[in-house]
């Protein structure tokens, strides 16, 4: 079994301003960890992944998450907020032994960026 | 760059009918996924298709079927549709392992009225 909780369904920062979004998982394996964002009226997109390698995993557009397995944890992090963040964001937990199927989205978090 | 192809993009069903959502996964890609995205909340996994198999499902009824054709493309179907069939259908391809993640079209919406 797994699950994925989001912590925050919504986020406000300024621009220019850190961002965090939280994201804690449960896996009876050892999971792949996924972050999506997703524009209005737009499909989702790969962010970054971690996949067993190195803990610390760095994206596209300045975004990195840290895999902490102590604390099930795989928290997304931006140094500065861009207005082009704005967007729907979503962690995914797929497990990783098992090569099918079902990976597991948590509910999202809404980011907003104030100018 | 071929990303994945669905269509319709919009569609209106009457409840009781059935509808029929396509996808075209990316180039280099065989595995195909679809997901239920309600308002407001995370997609939800239907199935996915391998070798024209299904190869694992969520937890839909069997109202909703689905198909891989030999080229990697999919079909979803749903019948005898319910008002809470409305959503955002999004399919999503990869290589059979996912350690690379899904790459996901915009998506179908369909409402049911």
């Known amino acids: 079994a797994q699950s994925v909780t989001q912590l925050d369904s919504h986020v406000s920062v300024s621009e220019g301003t850190p961002v965090l979004l939280r994201c804690n998982y449960s896996?009876?394996?050892?999971?792949?960890l996924f972050w999506y964002v997703q524009h209005p009226n737009k499909g989702l997109q790969l962010l970054l992944k971690?996949?067993?390698?190195?803990?610390l995993v760095k994206g596209i557009n300045g975004f990195e998450a840290e895999f902490k397995k102590s604390e099930t944890s795989f928290h997304l992090t931006k140094p500065s907020a861009h207005m082009s963040d704005a967007a729907e964001y979503f962690c995914?937990?797929?497990?990783?032994?098992?090569?099918?199927?079902?990976?597991?989205f948590g509910d999202g978090t809404t980011l907003t960026v104030k100018p | 760059d071929a990303g994945v192809t669905q269509s319709p993009t919009h569609l209106i069903k009457t409840r009781g009918q059935q509808v029929t959502l396509r996808c075209s996964p990316k180039?280099?890609?065989?595995?195909v996924s679809w997901y239920q995205q309600a308002l407001g909340q995370g997609p939800q996994f239907i199935f996915q298709?391998?070798?024209?198999?299904?190869?694992q499902r969520g937890n839909f009824p069997d109202r909703f079927s689905g198909h891989q054709f030999p080229n990697y493309s999919s079909e979803l179907n749903v019948n005898a549709l319910l008002l809470g069939d409305s959503a955002l259908y999004l399919c999503?391809?990869?290589?059979?392992?996912?350690?690379?993640?899904?790459?996901f079209g915009s998506g179908t919406r369909l409402t049911v009225v």
């Open positions: 298709y391998y070798e024209e198999e299904e190869r």
């Open positions: 896996s009876s394996y050892s999971p792949s």
């Open positions: 995914v937990v797929t497990p990783w032994e098992t090569n099918a199927g079902k990976s597991t």
């Open positions: 180039s280099g890609h065989d595995t």
């Open positions: 971690y996949t067993s390698a190195a803990t």
């Open positions: 999503a391809s990869s290589l059979p392992t996912q350690d690379y993640g899904y790459t």
